[in-house]
């Protein structure tokens, strides 16, 4: 039997954290277009609502190129955003 983790963290509209046992990564769009971006590169959706039709492109990331930096510097980004969204609607 094999044991699956997977969570979902919904940051702002569109922009998710998600973690699971392989790691993390950063999903920004919404119903149509959704892009994910991990270590293990970008994966880009497309899909028609309502279908069950979909089309999956993957970018390998290239060797040597670690992605790290841009993911932190994107999560920073969205948390500070959040943050100081929630933080206007409380003065």
């Known amino acids: 039997m094999c044991f699956r983790f997977r969570r979902r963290v919904k940051i702002a509209p569109g922009v998710h954290l998600n973690f699971g046992k392989r ?10 277009v959704t892009t994910n971006y991990s270590k293990r ?3 880009t959706t497309y899909s028609l609502r309502g279908t069950g039709l979909s089309y999956t492109t993957k970018t390998q990331k290239a060797s040597g190129c670690g992605c790290a930096i841009p993911m932190m510097l ?3 980004a969205t948390i500070g955003a959040y ?9």
């Open 41 to 43: 590169g970008r994966r």
């Open 83 to 91: 943050a100081w969204r929630h933080s206007a609607g409380k003065s």
């Open 23 to 32: 790691g993390t990564s950063v999903s920004l769009g919404g119903h149509g």
């Open 74 to 76: 994107l999560i920073v």
